[in-house]
């Protein structure tokens, strides 16, 4: 989807959600705009755009959402990532491995044929 296309569909959804609620803040969404929205949401995350984002451009809370997608079974997950420069260090100039764990896990200070033998010693 392009940007012009995201935007455009952003746009039009919004307008139907602010029609179906009538100026009624706590007003009830038809069904079909709720699919509609939850799709626009899953398409947004393949983009990176989270939920608060989109939230925001169709003028509803994210938690509307949040329970949109539990309703419909919306099962994706958003991932942010970041990419990082390799990085051209030998295992012996680097510092002492560290590791830290958020959502994902991270090892600093290994080249790749480092990682791969510190996991094959652990299994």
């Known amino acids: 989807m392009t940007g012009k296309t995201w ?12 029609s179906a ?9 038809p069904m079909e705009l709720r699919k509609r929205t939850v799709e626009l949401v899953d398409a947004g995350r393949e983009r990176g755009i989270g939920r608060k984002e989109i939230a925001t451009a169709l003028g509803i809370h994210q938690t509307t959402i949040s329970n949109w997608q539990q309703q419909l079974g919306s099962q994706k ?10 990085r051209e260090t030998k295992v012996e100039e680097a510092k002492s491995p560290s590791m830290r764990r958020l959502r994902v896990m991270v090892i600093d200070g290994l080249d790749l044929a480092a ?3 510190l996991l094959r010693s652990r299994s």
């Open 7 to 18: 935007d455009s569909k952003t746009a039009e959804l919004r307008d139907a959600i602010a």
């Open 21 to 29: 609620k009538s100026g009624r803040p706590n007003a009830h969404v």
């Open 77 to 86: 997950r958003f991932v942010r990532a970041r990419v990082v420069a390799r």
């Open 115 to 117: 990682l791969e033998v």
